[in-house]
């Protein structure tokens, strides 16, 4: 089964290169991960549905992954660099 599967995403920062690390640090930045600033309207949107009262629909979620530039960086370190 799954006894020897790892998972690189908790991977220590002793055991990532420099630009992971400089790469996870800026996820936090909206001019580095665009992704941000949608997801931050989406928890205000949802925050204002809580206290109104007022449910909306969520938008509609495709089963296409979300790009993942955490994932993105243990992919290339663990099956692109060795």
């Known amino acids: 089964g799954d006894a020897h599967f790892v998972d690189f995403l908790n991977d220590s920062p ?45 938008p509609l979620v495709t089963r296409k992954e979300i790009p993942s530039i955490e994932k993105a960086w243990a992919y290339f370190e663990h099956n692109t660099l060795p």
Do not use: F
């Open 14 to 58: 002793r055991e990532m290169t420099w630009g992971r690390r400089i790469a996870l640090a800026l996820l936090k930045k909206d001019w580095y991960n665009p992704l941000l600033k949608r997801q931050q309207s989406l928890h205000l949107l949802q925050d204002e549905n809580a206290t109104t009262g007022i449910e909306t629909r969520p």
